[in-house]
């Protein structure tokens, strides 16, 4: 949680680079760690292997544009069908 203090780490995160002023919530997230408020109630998380937070990366093309197929010179591909779990 840390790393969310650093302005150029939260610039590199979409949600965070749409979100309105911040300064309050990172007052509160720095505090939140001087005080190891954070880790009384979070800290189990760090002993996680692993876990869904609900980001999702969309590759979108229009399926009528025959640059998004195989065999043109862009390299690009038709997208999958196929569900992934």
């Given at each position: 949680p840390k790393a969310y203090l650093?302005?150029?780490?939260?610039?590199?995160i979409s949600g965070f680079a749409k979100l309105p002023e911040?300064?309050?919530?990172m007052e509160r997230l720095r505090?939140?760690?001087?005080s190891g408020e954070w880790e009384r109630a979070n800290g189990?998380?760090?002993?996680?292997?692993a876990m869904d937070l609900g980001y999702?990366?969309?590759?979108?093309s229009?399926?009528?544009d025959h640059?998004?197929?195989?065999?043109?010179s862009t390299g690009l591909h038709a997208p999958s069908t196929s569900a992934r779990s």
């Amino acid at each position: 949680p840390k790393a969310y203090l650093d302005p150029d780490v939260r610039a590199a995160i979409s949600g965070f680079a749409k979100l309105p002023e911040t300064a309050e919530r990172m007052e509160r997230l720095r505090a939140d760690l001087a005080s190891g408020e954070w880790e009384r109630a979070n800290g189990s998380l760090r002993e996680c292997e692993a876990m869904d937070l609900g980001y999702r990366l969309v590759i979108a093309s229009h399926l009528d544009d025959h640059r998004a197929f195989p065999g043109n010179s862009t390299g690009l591909h038709a997208p999958s069908t196929s569900a992934r779990s």
